[in-house]
């Protein structure tokens, strides 16, 4: 069982930068594919951006192009995001996810079905 803790949310205006952090607990981190999500109010579940287990492969939403960032410190067992020019739609609890499966990212990435464990979730709020 992996234990997923994010950390990082808060207010923020748009076009600021907020970095979320994803503590995983467990001795076998590198091995999985780790993915963001985010969720509004009566919403679906949105894909964010998914990073391979070694770092080598990344998959990113359209919606975040070239705005945020996905990275991960296997040595501390943490996996980033990185949010700049944050936009109101950007609003959202945002969740990390752990799939076990070790492999390349893909589209395949944007199902949350894909993904093994989930964290509590850390809000994000971005005002006007």
Known sequence: QVQLVESGGGLVQAGGSLRLSCAASGRTFSSYAMGWFRQAPGKEREFIAAIRGSGGSIYYADSVKGRFTISRDNAKNTVY????????????????????????????????????????????????
């Open 81 to 128: 995001l990185q949010m700049n020019n944050v936009k109101p739609e950007d609003t959202a609890v945002y969740y990390c996810a752990a799939d076990r499966t070790w492999g390349r990212v893909g589209l395949h990435s944007a199902d949350p079905e894909q993904y093994d464990y989930w964290g509590q979730g850390t809000q994000v709020t971005v005002s006007s």
